[in-house]
């Protein structure tokens, strides 16, 4: 069983409010109206998810903690959106191809800058 580090957790936490709450907050614009997704409920989707994703990788490891972490998180997507499950989930895989394809752009553009 993993120790949970509090630097380690704070660091995942201001990152993920960095990187992940702006695309949350996006793609669930673009698919619940702005009036279900809100900024500070993506805030709290991602500090919520980084949380409990931390512990239940600490208690729980292999798939099953996986697939545990990939429920909580619908499950808030779906919560603080007020959407369905089937929402939650388009939201929270095209949240995660917007965050790759951002990083991709960000590390093209850095070498161009760089050579």
Do not use: C, H
Not at 6 to 28: E, H, N, T
Not at 44 to 54: C, E, M, P, R
Not at 95 to 107: C, E, R, Y
């Amino acid at each position: 069983m993993a120790n949970l580090n509090l630097a380690s957790l704070s660091i995942q936490i201001v990152v993920g409010l960095i990187v992940s709450a702006p695309a949350l907050w996006y793609v669930g614009k673009w698919r619940v109206g702005p009036e279900k997704a809100k900024f500070t409920d993506a805030i709290w989707i991602s500090v919520l998810g980084i949380f409990i994703n931390a512990v239940i990788g600490s208690f729980v490891g292999g798939g099953m903690g996986s697939l545990l972490q990939l429920l909580v998180n619908l499950y808030l997507i779906k919560n603080y959106f007020e959407t369905d499950w089937v929402n939650s989930f388009i939201i929270s895989i095209a949240a995660v191809v917007l965050v790759f394809v951002v990083f991709t752009i960000l590390g093209v553009l850095g070498v161009l800058v760089l050579t």
